[in-house]
């Protein structure tokens, strides 16, 4: 028969013996297509391959082992659950959360400060010249953050938790305000817009707005100097900050684990947000917050991001110092990021990776939205990044931020009819995140062809082989899977998510 596919993936898998015992499996077939989803049919191995195979078994190789599936804990997203009455509010946390839950997250990312899915611009310190932090505070936080936060606790106690800013305190950056440029959706003066690139070209407002397609280089311009003021004082006092944030959301009860300096520091945003150069982020990382961490919190490990810039060499620059290199213990990448993940992974495989946020789309929460979002989760961890973060998980219809963005969500919810709605990008998700458990080794990936069929195999602790498989293109594809010295042959319907399981 004629090859559907011309390339060919290895994949591995712990044991030789193992394989073996994949010749009388069978697999549980999960599939969802628009209006159709999560339905469960049953397919066994075969004898022959009906097509050339996409993923093959060999047994010989070891994979990378996946830890954690997160989500971010924002305001828009608690007071999108408080639409809900408090039935609906437990299910739809314990889907999220709970070990017998759907999708069964077990990561949570806080933002220090506000982000662009706050109510508003905040910090936990906006008193300026208060070097000493004696006016620090996360009482903000407390009354959206922390109850969403025990919300999902209520189901999984055991969630761990990492943090980063998307704007310091306005009074510590050098144009005195939490946006990096002006806009109509806030109050920073636009004469200050010449900081970014210190001259008096334009910059337009919507240039971070992720709408469409965005190819070639981003940014399409570096900023020139760093947003952060860079004297001693300023910079100590912003990694005392990091430390009073974890001890303040330690008395809570939650314990953050993690810290990444920035949220991407190349997104010149009209929200919270901050412009870093590669000096300043070596300086700022090197000589204070890896040394604050490791004297308050040296249980506390230091990733560096998040880069969401496809700009290798600039990526390359920062990564150049060794001495900030012995402070990390591992990257985060998101949106153009994910184009230079495999080259830095290959220089740098000593280190963990992650995707640190999910696209956040443009409030369609349509079918296609859920095809992306498949294919992202496939290129990332297909690509060795060991833990997976959505972005938010419960917005309004449009999912519209305080800085005129519409957003997607995993969950959306009708303002009008006080009803909830699980979007594609929720069952995109499920289909990796409900099989493949914390410690199941990626062993194979096939990047997505020319008939928009891609896969991506993991092997779970309990030798449980998973291979999740998408069809992005308009016709059925074939799909031939070999796993030792039988196949698993399926055809898969048009625009579909697929996942197959050993039982």
Not at 384 to 412: H, M, V, Y
Not at 464 to 478: L, Q
């Amino acid at each position: 028969m004629k090859s559907c596919f011309k390339k060919k993936a290895s994949i591995a898998l712990c044991a030789l013996g193992f394989v073996a015992g994949l010749q009388a499996q069978s697999y549980v077939w999960v599939s969802s297509t628009e209006g159709n989803c999560w339905k469960e049919n049953r397919v066994k191995l075969q004898t022959d391959a009906l097509s050339e195979p996409l993923l093959e078994v060999d047994g010989t190789e070891r994979g990378v082992p996946f830890r954690a599936w997160g989500t971010t804990f924002n305001e828009l997203d608690w007071d999108a659950l408080l639409m809900l009455a408090r039935d609906e509010q437990d299910e739809i946390m314990y889907n999220l959360f709970s070990p017998e839950g759907e999708l069964k997250f077990t990561r949570g990312r806080i933002s220090m400060n506000a982000n662009d899915y706050a109510r508003s611009w905040y910090s936990c310190d906006e008193v300026p010249g208060d070097f000493e932090l004696r006016y620090f505070n996360i009482g903000r936080d407390r009354q959206g953050i922390i109850p969403l936060i025990r919300a999902a606790q209520k189901f999984n106690p055991k969630l761990t938790f990492w943090t980063s800013p998307w704007s310091p305190p306005s009074w510590m950056k050098i144009n005195g305000d939490y946006p990096v440029l002006s806009s109509r959706f806030n109050k920073m003066d636009s004469r200050l817009d010449y900081l970014l690139y210190g001259s008096s070209d334009e910059v337009d407002e919507d240039e971070m707005k992720f709408l469409g397609e965005r190819k070639g280089q981003f940014p399409r311009r570096l900023a020139t100097q760093d947003y952060f003021i860079q004297d001693p004082r300023y910079l100590q006092s912003y990694a005392n900050f990091f430390c009073k944030f974890i001890e303040a959301y330690k008395s809570e009860g939650i314990n953050i684990d993690m810290v990444i300096y920035q949220n991407e520091a190349y997104s010149y945003t009209p929200y919270p947000g901050c412009a870093w150069t590669a000096e300043g982020t070596v300086r700022f990382n090197r000589d204070y917050l890896a040394p604050a961490l490791k004297k308050h919190h040296p249980d506390v490990k230091l990733y560096l991001g998040t880069f969401n810039t496809n700009r290798q060499d600039h990526v390359e620059r920062i990564l150049s110092d060794e001495k900030l290199r012995g402070c990390i213990s591992g990257l985060a990448f998101q949106w153009e990021g994910r184009e230079i993940l495999p080259a830095i992974r290959k220089q740098y495989p000593e280190y963990h990776y992650i995707c640190s946020e999910s696209e956040c789309g443009n409030g369609s929460m349509d079918w296609k939205a859920g095809e992306h979002t498949f294919f992202l989760i496939c290129d990332n961890v297909g690509n060795g990044c060991d833990e997976w973060f959505n972005w938010n998980f419960l917005l309004p219809k449009r999912g519209t931020s305080p800085w005129g963005w519409n957003q997607n969500a995993l969950i959306e919810v009708d303002p009008e009819t006080r009803k909830f709605r699980y979007t594609a990008e929720y069952y995109a998700v499920k289909h990796f995140s409900h099989y493949v458990v914390p410690g199941s080794e990626m062993v194979g990936y096939s990047p997505k062809n020319k008939d928009g069929v891609l896969a991506v195999a993991y092997l779970t602790p309990e030798k449980k082989y998973v291979v999740v498989a998408g069809n992005f293109g308009g016709k059925p594809g074939c799909a031939t899977f070999r796993l030792g010295k039988k196949f698993l042959n399926v055809t898969l319907a048009p625009h579909s998510l697929n996942t197959f399981v050993m039982r």
